[in-house]
């Protein structure tokens, strides 16, 4: 009967445990927040989850049916593109951003995926058709 059920588990080391709470902490700084919230912490074990996927070249997509998702490589080049055309505004308007990022070769599609994923983890909000940094 163990041998039919296969977990899946992650060795944790007081190294794994370092990087969690540094991913946390720059989560929380990205926010501007002073304090590390829950959130946070899903967020870096999340980013760590990616990580060890990219050692065994696994590209991660959508999630199962529990409507996490996890980042795609497309979602981390989107953002970064998005923080470049944001250039330190707090609030930036989508129209700017599908110009510039078409420009890019950024489809429609992956900035919708890009922007879902980072609203659910609270690094924006989209309001209308504005982005708001938390």
Known sequence: MRGQAQRQT???TAR???SL???SQANARLRLSDRVTDVDVREAARLLDCSKASLNDKVPGAGGGGGSRMLSATDAGVFTMIKEVAAGRTIVPLSDLRLALA???VTEAQLQQCVTTYSTVGVWVQEGNNLEFS
């Open 103 to 105: 420009v890019k070769g």
């Open 16 to 18: 794994t445990l370092l």
């Open 21 to 23: 709470i540094r991913i």
């Open 10 to 12: 992650n060795v944790v």
